[in-house]
């Protein structure tokens, strides 16, 4: 066949597939033959359509596409079937879930496929089989509740498949024995490692690397992104198309994952597994206890230093702002000596044991993050520039800063441009990428989000939902509220609140910006429901975790869910059980947080409108995630409303109530209260 023969023929294939795409979404096409309840949508239909034309020309595709529109039908459908591997990278494990369990087995039903699935998780979610055998003897079992909690495990490993700790449900996700029965990428042996044939993460790897279809979620295909993690490398050139949903948490995850650190506890668990190790692997190769107790002396002097010099639990400080640099000094060059003993200490005994060896790349992994810091404490005590200092201009510059726990610390480098290092990356790459979401414009502009990214070059797309929002809701701005920095304002936002969770009964979510807050509106929240007799549940976040109060709160259909950031985003609520969605005010990062406060820094220095750019553009897409969880489907109706009078009162306020779905408004509490009497009849 000649060169333009070819070429034809490849194209009418082409037309044929896109045809194919467009009518598996047409009425009385494969999806509304094989999907209960499909309806054909043309936003749907089009959008899937855009999504086959930039995986034709292997091009980034950013997509916002409103709630309801069925963006993941219209992203799946044209990625099957174009053939092909393909990799979805969710924002939360629910989605990773669901997309997997639901809706990609639903669609290789409809479209009559025969492809290979499979869902990837990080490694911290797989039993690790050598770690279990020793953690029977291992001195650190936290609790009594931590030994019954093992023979559960040990008896889930010898059933499960998967190894997937999800499947042990009698476990909670948060129980200390966790750590010790997983593996990280710094303890495992790989290769080496006896129970490599039969080790769960490696298997769950190798089925993935086999699949057409692999879905991950946003930490691992960061983790892979930045290069993080040897194992999970050959993914994404293997992949010949990249779907992000939720993209528009990239931002904020990929500057955790193009950062680095290292944290007290990494310290203290080299120490435990060195001396394990060393006793077991190389008993007479050194004195394993000593090195090992002073390099755990060592962390606990530099926690105890950062407490002098003024950080306290729960604190987030730039290193710039240390108060006492020269007592940090000393007291990380004592955490890398005893560091540098121990790793002298393991390449004298090389070669002996797989596990004693496996500490060596350890030592110097942590001895690499932590000479950066010497240098740039040194460089601060000296008053002179800061190696990879926040004042730099260029795409790398990054900010130190330590995270303080009750008992423990974290040592974190942060870059303020985290899109360059996306950039760069996906530039690497030459397969098309989708980046979608429901919220990824600011007054309808792509602008802040492409810039955040790195990628001003994407093609953009946007969908509007095909809800009814005038006649299903209502935006209700109370008249006559203080400035949010007034003292006390939460008392004042449960008190403008109230009268609306009232008249709806209940099935409401209050949403702050703080946890302060929370607990300050739900008290008042709880005063107004004993005055008045109200009997309706009150659910509060931290009183129990994030899903045991969800499905409270579905189950009740009356209840009142007061909750921080978690509550924000990935919840979704249908019918009744929520009709109310009360915010308490713009959702600003702190602008004193270490991070926040550079990257201001930065974009001021460059001659740009940081409010603009950076904090109003976050703020926004927040709110919009949090009034999207108002409207989830045609049959849901409720008022949404912000307690913030900036939104009115300040020149910013136009772009973010035009960010907002176009509901009806209202000032007066009257027509807020009545919207329910109003929707009962309706
Ligand atoms: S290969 Fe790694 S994760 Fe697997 S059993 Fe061995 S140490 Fe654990």
Redesign the pocket.
């Known amino acids: 066949m000649s060169g333009d023969a070819a070429a034809a023929t490849a194209e009418a294939r082409l037309h044929q597939a896109r045809d194919r795409v467009a009518a598996a979404f047409a009425d009385g096409g494969d999806l509304a033959a094989a999907v209960p309840g499909f309806a054909a949508r043309a936003s749907q239909r089009e959008m899937a359509l855009a999504v086959f034309d930039a995986i034709a020309d292997r091009a980034t595709l950013v997509a916002e596409a409103g709630t309801g529109t069925g963006k993941t039908y219209a992203y799946l459908v044209p990625a099957l079937l174009g053939g092909g591997k393909v990799l979805v990278s969710t924002g939360t494990k629910t989605l990773q879930d669901q997309v997997h369990a639901k809706d990609i087995a639903t669609l290789v039903r409809a479209l009559k496929l025969r492809l290979v699935t499979a869902l990837l998780k990080g ?1 911290q979610n ?1 039993l ?4 279990l055998e020793s953690a029977g003897q291992d001195e650190r079992l936290p609790t009594r509740e931590s030994a019954l909690q093992l023979r559960a495990i040990q008896r889930f490993a010898r059933l499960t498949t998967s190894g997937d700790r999800a499947e042990l449900a009698e476990v909670p996700e948060a129980a200390p024995i966790w750590p010790l029965v997983t ?1 990280t990428r710094e ?4 290769q080496q ?1 006896p ?2 044939e039969e ?4 298997r769950a790897r190798r089925a993935a690397l086999a699949a057409d279809v692999v879905v991950v979620n946003h930490h691992l295909f960061l983790a892979d992104l930045a290069l993080r993690d040897d194992s999970v490398r050959e993914f994404l050139p293997a992949a010949d198309t990249v779907i992000l949903d939720e993209a528009h948490q990239l931002p904020k995850i990929a500057a955790d994952f193009f950062g680095s650190g290292w944290s007290l506890a990494q310290l203290t668990d080299l120490a435990q597994d060195a001396r394990a190790q060393g006793l077991a692997g190389a008993p007479s190769g050194a004195n394993w206890v000593a090195l090992t107790q002073e390099l755990e002396a060592a962390a606990r002097d530099l926690r105890l230093r950062l407490a002098e010099a003024g950080m306290a639990p729960g604190t987030r400080t730039a290193l710039p702002r240390c108060a006492a640099p020269a007592s940090l000094a000393r007291g990380v060059q004592r955490v890398d000596d005893a560091l540098g003993a121990l790793a002298a200490a393991v390449r004298a005994v090389g070669g002996h044991s797989a596990e004693v060896d496996a500490l060596d790349p350890r030592t110097a992994a942590l001895r690499g993050e932590i000479g950066g810091w010497i240098a740039a404490i040194e460089a601060l005590q000296d008053g002179a520039d800061l190696p990879g200092r926040d004042d730099e201009d260029g795409d790398d510059a990054r900010v130190r800063w330590i995270a303080t726990t009750a008992h423990g610390a974290q040592f974190h480098s942060t870059p303020l441009a985290p899109g360059a290092a996306f950039a760069r990356a996906r530039e690497q790459q030459s397969q098309a990428w989708i980046l979608t979401s429901a919220t990824l414009t600011v007054a309808g502009s792509f602008d802040p989000f492409l810039s955040q990214i790195g990628l001003p070059q994407a093609r953009t797309a946007s969908w509007d939902s095909p809800f009814d929002f005038p006649r299903q809701a209502l935006l209700y701005l109370p008249r006559s509220l203080p400035s949010p920095s007034q003292a006390d304002f939460p008392e004042r936002v449960a008190a403008a609140a109230w009268p609306v969770i009232d008249a709806a009964g209940g099935r409401a979510f209050v949403l702050c910006s703080t946890l302060r807050a929370v607990e300050r509106v739900s008290a008042r929240l709880r005063q107004f429901m004993q005055e008045e007799d109200r009997v309706l549940p009150l659910l509060v976040q931290r009183s129990s975790t994030r899903r045991a109060l969800l499905d409270e709160f579905r189950r009740s259909g009356r209840a009142v869910l007061v909750g921080s950031v978690s509550f924000w985003e990935g919840i979704d609520v249908r019918g009744d059980a929520l009709s109310v969605v009360a915010i308490d005010k713009l959702p600003f990062a702190p602008p004193d947080d270490p991070v926040v406060e550079a990257r201001i820094r930065r974009l001021r220095r460059l001659g740009r409108n940081a409010f603009m750019e950076y904090q109003l553009p976050e703020a926004v897409t927040l709110l919009r995630q949090g009034a999207g969880r108002l409207i989830r489907d045609e049959r849901d109706r409720g008022v949404l409303m912000i307690l913030d009078d900036r939104l009115l009162g300040k020149p910013y306020g136009r772009a973010v109530l035009a960010s907002l779905p176009p509901f009806a408004r209202t000032r007066d509490e009257d027509v807020a209260r009545a919207f329910f009497a109003v929707a009962a009849a309706a």
């Not at 690790?128 to 770690?131: A, H, K, T």
């Not at 303890?187 to 790989?190: E, F, S, V, Y």
């Open positions: 490694r797989y690790c089989l050598l770690r593996s303890n495992c042996l790989g490692c129970r490599f080790c769960f993460v490696y």
